[in-house]
Each structure stands twice: as structure tokens, then as C-alpha cells.
């Protein structure tokens, strides 16, 4: 991993799950994946293209943390 810092606002992060309708840890979750993409290099505010590819990465981290939660949860 890069040699980043991330921050993350704790207010923002519980306004925008109240707009978005999800829990804290989930805005945390994915602000923390925002972040770590950002330190990598990607930037959304590049273009459109890079726009989708963040977006695409977002989603399969996402996911792929999603299912590593709920195997670990039934086994």
C-alpha cells in the first residue's frame, strides 16, 4: 500500500448514511475504500473513464468484503 493518510470526517460520515440510508459502519466502510483507491492513484474527478474504473473497484471491494463477512458469520 502507498504511504497515505486517510481522513474521514466523522459528521459527514453519519450525515451522508442518514442520506444514504445505511448504517455508519457501512459509510465508514465505503469511505475508507474511497481513500485507499485515492492512494493508489485513481481519481474520479479525472474523467468519466476514471470515474466508472473507481466506481467498478469500489463495487468489487465492496462485494468481495461483503462475502468475507457473512462466510465468516455461518462458518
Known amino acids: 500500500m502507498p504511504d497515505a493518510e486517510i481522513y474521514i470526517s466523522l459528521d459527514t460520515a453519519q450525515k ?3 442520506k444514504n440510508v445505511i448504517s455508519i459502519r457501512d459509510e465508514l466502510t465505503v469511505l475508507l475504500i ?5 492512494s493508489y492513484g485513481f481519481d474520479h474527478e479525472k ?8 466506481k467498478e473497484k469500489e ?5 468481495k468484503l ?10
Open 16 to 18: 451522508q448514511a442518514v
Open 34 to 38: 474511497h481513500g485507499i483507491l485515492h
Open 47 to 54: 474523467s468519466e473513464t476514471e470515474k466508472e474504473i473507481m
Open 59 to 63: 463495487l468489487f471491494l465492496l462485494k
Open 66 to 75: 461483503s462475502k468475507e463477512k457473512i462466510n465468516s458469520l455461518i462458518n
